[in-house]
């Protein structure tokens, strides 16, 4: 079985992943799942939300947007309110929590880091990419603090990464491009981490609902192409990668 673009059921889209895309942030990445393209930023603020403060505890929050030229069809950026869409306040409230669940809080100190996901171009999977992504750009911001001296390590337990999985046609599928998406009767993106474990499973058959070995077989799909994606990501950040999972570094 022949994808659409070729590939085979297991295999994911190309994976290019571009740090230091963007000038002011201090970790910025252009990640392109073919021809799904995410511009992921992470800024640091001195500042949390106000029932962290005296805490000691930071805080990672997320946004997700898509460029109005980003989609075939002229994507509005909010209503006339202003407010954004429940679709990417879904969106963004995942990668926010997908990047918090590897990241030791207590550790990070009272600060906020922004991560800013802007799809640019969508094919499929823009919120696993954004999460692929997003961790790359939230490492380097960490690293960046380490680097000037104002936190002891970086507190990242774990790599983090996610991708789609579904059934299409009848055929179990890795890494969904829009038109399978679109066709798809089972969708669902799964985020894990380095140790090959999940931290979010989010799937729908509402058009056909699906067997546990359909289950599994998407699962097994989603670990393969995640750990390939955590293999990129460790690949793009060279040596940094090494302090990624890191012990906190006793006192004195
Ligand atoms: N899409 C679109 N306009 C929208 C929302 C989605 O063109 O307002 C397309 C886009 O290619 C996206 C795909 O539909 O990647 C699948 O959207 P979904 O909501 O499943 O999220 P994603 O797969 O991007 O995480």
Redesign the pocket.
Known sequence: MKRIDGRNYDQIRNVNITRNYIKHPLGSVLIEMGD?KVICTAMVEDKVPPFLKNTGTGWVTAEYS?LPG????R?IRASSKGRI?G?SQE?QRLIGRALRSVVNLEDLGERTVWIDCD?IQ?????????ITGAFVALVDALYALYKEGTIFYIPIKDFLAAI?VGIVEGNRLLD?C?VE??SAKV?M?IVMTGNKEFVEIQGTGEEAPFSMDDLNELLRLAQKGNQELIDKQKEVLGEIAKLVGQEKPTEG
Do not use: E, F, P
């Open positions: 799904t898509m980003s989609t075939q069809h994507k869409d679709r969106i799809v969508a094919d499929g999977g823009t919120r696993t990419a954004s789609s969904l829009y998406d679109s969708d993106n």
